[in-house]
């Protein structure tokens, strides 16, 4: 009979952060990314989720590895966060990054997404407010249904998120800074409370599912899948509520950003 692998507890783990903040040695090192790799199957089965099904999970996750390994050798617990929260941000982040660079997601969808944000923002300082979909498919000339379909088309690619830059001249996401804003360098932290507390704001003005949706993914971490059957609507459908939303944030975002 097989027995089952113990894990070590948290004295060990604490005992082997202490070795490799002070020794830097390898073997500790590779102790480390061994225990914290489920961190990296984890965040590329959720990054993978909203992706289509020819993006390979093996690649996510092989690009996840590169982000756990810079968060342990960039992490520091004296501050007294939790690494996990920490190393999901940085795990997540390398994904998206390696993700953007190989520029898998069609131009038309990449061109029809910067149309409907552009609508949106022009809808948004029009009525201060975020616009309908009824509202929005009649700013752009096109009926609801084509205008939920090519929501849902970019929501599915992903390219329409949260953890999407604020700037282009940022290595830090949004998502990093909600969620451990000791991990943020203290050159950016003022820009970045700034940022959290433009954020909560444009947050607590959207619609009330529209809200809902953004704190069960990015708060609860539930997929998009759990969301439908929570809202009692389709994943399809969750999806274009999630792109109009992050659209609508990222607009928000971006003119903070830029004053």
């Given at each position: 009979?097989t027995?089952a692998?113990?894990?070590p507890?948290q004295?060990v783990?604490?005992g ?5 903040k ?7 090192r ?8 489920p961190l990296v199957?984890?965040v ?11 993006v390979d999970q093996?690649?996510?996750?092989s690009y ?6 810079d ?13 996990e929260?920490?190393a999901?941000?940085?795990i997540k982040g390398?994904i998206?990054?390696e993700?953007r ?5 069609p131009r038309?969808?990449?061109?029809r997404?910067?149309l409907i944000?552009?609508?949106?923002a ?8 975020a616009?309908?979909?009824?509202e ?10 084509e205008?939920?379909s090519?929501?849902?088309e970019?929501g599915?690619?992903g390219?329409?998120a949260?953890d999407?830059?604020v700037?282009?001249?940022s290595a ?8 451990d804003?000791?991990?943020?360098s203290?050159?950016?932290?003022v820009?970045?409370e ?7 704001e444009?947050?607590?003005k959207l ?13 609860e ?7 439908g ?9 969750v999806?274009q ?5 992050m659209m ?12």
């Amino acid at each position: 009979m097989t027995e089952a692998i113990q894990e070590p507890d948290q004295s060990v783990i604490d005992g082997l952060w202490r070795s490799f903040k002070e020794d830097g040695d390898a073997a500790v090192r590779e102790r480390l990314i061994l225990h914290y790799s489920p961190l990296v199957k984890y965040v590329a089965g959720r990054v993978g989720a909203g992706l289509p099904r020819s993006v390979d999970q093996n690649d996510l996750a092989s690009y996840g590895l590169f982000g756990l390994i810079d968060a342990i050798d960039k992490f520091e617990p004296e501050r007294g966060f939790k690494f996990e929260t920490y190393a999901i941000n940085r795990i997540k982040g390398a994904i998206l990054d390696e993700l953007r660079a190989l520029d898998w997601v069609p131009r038309s969808v990449r061109s029809r997404s910067r149309l409907i944000e552009t609508a949106v923002a022009e809808l948004e300082h029009r009525l201060q407010r975020a616009p309908t979909e009824e509202e929005l498919a009649e700013h752009m000339e096109m009926s609801v249904d084509e205008l939920q379909s090519a929501l849902a088309e970019i929501g599915r690619t992903g390219i329409a998120a949260l953890d999407e830059m604020v700037g282009s001249d940022s290595a830090t996401t949004v998502g990093d800074m909600l969620a451990d804003p000791g991990s943020i360098s203290p050159e950016t932290a003022v820009q970045a409370e700034e940022t959290r507390e433009g954020l909560v704001e444009a947050i607590n003005k959207l619609p009330e599912r529209d809200r809902l949706v953004v704190t069960l993914y990015y708060y609860e971490s539930m997929t998009l899948s759990e969301i439908g059957e929570v809202l009692g609507v389709t994943e399809s459908r969750v999806c274009q509520i999630h792109a109009k939303t992050m659209m609508s944030l990222r607009n928000r975002l971006g003119e903070l950003a830029l004053g």
